[in-house]
T-cell receptor, first 113, second 114 residues
């Protein structure tokens, strides 16, 4: 079974620049999540999609972060403009349904300098 | 707000030693509980989960965890660790009927010496 695919694996940008991450979930998984994992901490949910609708974006800094899931499959997460504190690993996960086993991608490690 | 606390930041054991990693959560309602593991350079993988029923759950690679509702705890155990168990372990909670989001603890890094 193919896993959750993310790209790029690594990204280094300067503060105030913009960046985008891409995620392809496991085929058939309706629920897609983006998590932010800062060094030394556990992952924190940024946004959850059910098909192409947003279920929970309460912890997404909407002044600079945006996410979309076109056609209920692939998803992109964008940061514009980036701040130093956005340096983290951005994890995408998918699951068949709410609260069920979530499968994680390898993440994108973002460094903002 | 709901939170998950893992007692140890870094645990160092010798091979064949027994392991217990603590996890406590703060939420009085129905929860689903998970332990995830992240081996060096790899993605997060599910180790085991508890939804309902027998509070002692068995996962992959000889791991088990016990849900004690009265203590809001879900501790992870393994009788005899191996060098290959070196990884970071995350406890996570999903609050029932509040969507599928996972609330993670800060993680415990386990180093097993050969």
């Amino acid at each position: 079974e193919a896993g959750v695919a993310q790209s790029p694996r690594y990204k280094i940008i300067e503060k105030r620049q913009s960046v985008a991450f891409w995620c392809n979930p496991i085929s058939g998984h309706a629920t897609l999540y983006w998590y932010q994992q800062i060094l030394g901490q556990g992952p924190k949910l940024l946004i959850q999609f059910q098909n192409n609708g947003v279920v929970d974006d309460s912890q997404l800094p909407k002044d600079r972060f945006s996410a979309e899931r076109l056609k209920g499959v692939d998803s992109t997460l964008k940061i514009q403009p980036a701040k130093l504190e956005d340096s983290a690993v951005y994890l995408c996960a998918s699951s068949l349904e709410d609260g069920y086993k979530a499968f994680f991608g390898q993440g994108t490690r973002l460094t903002v300098v | 707000a709901q939170s998950v606390s893992q007692h140890n930041h870094h645990v160092i054991l010798s091979e064949a030693a027994s392991l217990e990693l603590g996890c406590n959560y703060s939420y009085g309602g129905t929860v689903n509980l998970f332990w995830y593991v992240q081996y060096p350079g790899q993605h997060l993988q599910l180790l085991l989960k508890y939804f309902s029923g027998d509070p002692l759950v068995k996962g992959i690679k000889g791991f088990e965890a016990e849900f004690i509702k009265s203590k809001f705890s879900f501790n992870l155990r393994k009788p005899s660790v191996q060098w290959s168990d070196t990884a970071e372990y995350f406890c996570a909670v999903n609050v029932w009927n509040q969507g599928g989001k996972l609330i993670f603890g800060q993680g415990t890094e386990l180093s097993v010496k050969p």
